[in-house]
């Protein structure tokens, strides 16, 4: 039985984790009070930046259950607000994979020598933020559970390769450690319908385990409660339990 007078409560600050390079980064961490152990998540950003919507998303996970961080994944490129960050961001480019998963690697580091945490860590991520999720856990720690949320480029050609993204992160699928669940709007053009369709085909060839949801009438963002254009209520209302229901299983190891 639930008891609703039960104390529960959310501790959330900034912290510095040390990512690629040795760099020390910035990063926002929220966790339940209490002594734990809780399962950890590292939430990646999407392109528009570090911005409020990842903060609120960092305290919802908090408020499930999870330790959460989410890093500064812009914070070399200075001070300013987020808009503007990514601005710079996208004029140079975009980050260097290597840099992102390398940042990735000293978050997951980070939840697992808190007393409060248990080994088992997870990835989230939307956008771009997808995408690196889905990078990271190929190249970076072994983790147990990715959920990407329309992440775009994954699925590239070879003439939209860079020095910086020089390789698409689906050719790196049979790597994949751990189940992936797929959060996708069907009239979304980043990725396609069909992009998803072949990251679905990828997963199966190396029989990873994975479940995709794909949401009509919803585009690019559907998540984002901040953008009235983009948000989608009834796909949202329906996506978070399964995000929930997703880590109980894979994080918990609840049926």
Same mark, same amino acid.
């Given at each position: 039985?639930?008891?609703?007078?039960?104390?529960?409560g959310i501790l959330a600050e900034m912290v510095a984790v040390q990512g690629d390079g040795g760099d020390w980064i910035h990063a926002y961490c929220a966790r339940p009070t209490g002594p734990g152990p809780f399962p950890g998540v590292v939430l990646f950003h999407h392109l528009p930046g570090w911005d409020e919507w990842y903060l609120h998303a960092t305290r919802l996970f908090a408020h499930h259950g999870y330790a959460a961080i989410c890093p500064d994944l812009y914070c070399r490129t200075g001070h300013g607000d987020p808009d503007?960050?990514?601005?710079?961001?996208?004029?140079?480019g975009g980050m260097p994979d290597d840099q992102v998963v390398g940042d990735a690697t000293g978050c997951v580091e980070f939840l697992r020598a808190q007393p409060y945490t248990t080994q088992m860590v997870g990835?989230?991520?939307?956008?771009? @933020?997808?995408?690196?999720?889905?990078?990271a856990a190929c190249r970076g720690p072994t983790v147990a559970a990715v959920v990407d949320c329309w992440g775009g480029r994954i699925v590239v050609g070879?003439?939209?390769l860079t020095v910086?993204?020089?390789?698409a992160p689906i050719d790196y699928t049979a790597n994949l450690p751990c189940p992936v669940l797929g959060l996708f709007g069907s009239e979304d053009q980043n990725p396609t319908p069909a992009q998803?369709?072949?990251?679905?085909?990828?997963?199966?060839?190396?029989?990873k385990d994975?479940?995709?949801h794909r949401y009509? @009438?919803?585009?690019?963002?559907?998540?984002?409660?901040?953008?009235?254009?983009?948000?989608r209520a009834e796909a949202a209302v329906d996506a978070w339990p399964k995000v929930w229901d997703f880590l109980a299983r894979t994080l918990r190891g609840e049926r």
């Amino acid at each position: 039985m639930v008891r609703t007078d039960a104390y529960s409560g959310i501790l959330a600050e900034m912290v510095a984790v040390q990512g690629d390079g040795g760099d020390w980064i910035h990063a926002y961490c929220a966790r339940p009070t209490g002594p734990g152990p809780f399962p950890g998540v590292v939430l990646f950003h999407h392109l528009p930046g570090w911005d409020e919507w990842y903060l609120h998303a960092t305290r919802l996970f908090a408020h499930h259950g999870y330790a959460a961080i989410c890093p500064d994944l812009y914070c070399r490129t200075g001070h300013g607000d987020p808009d503007d960050v990514a601005a710079r961001v996208r004029a140079d480019g975009g980050m260097p994979d290597d840099q992102v998963v390398g940042d990735a690697t000293g978050c997951v580091e980070f939840l697992r020598a808190q007393p409060y945490t248990t080994q088992m860590v997870g990835y989230f991520g939307t956008c771009s @933020g997808g995408r690196h999720a889905y990078l990271a856990a190929c190249r970076g720690p072994t983790v147990a559970a990715v959920v990407d949320c329309w992440g775009g480029r994954i699925v590239v050609g070879p003439d939209e390769l860079t020095v910086k993204t020089p390789v698409a992160p689906i050719d790196y699928t049979a790597n994949l450690p751990c189940p992936v669940l797929g959060l996708f709007g069907s009239e979304d053009q980043n990725p396609t319908p069909a992009q998803v369709d072949t990251l679905e085909a990828a997963l199966r060839e190396h029989g990873k385990d994975y479940e995709f949801h794909r949401y009509e @009438g919803a585009g690019h963002g559907f998540l984002y409660h901040d953008k009235p254009a983009s948000y989608r209520a009834e796909a949202a209302v329906d996506a978070w339990p399964k995000v929930w229901d997703f880590l109980a299983r894979t994080l918990r190891g609840e049926r």
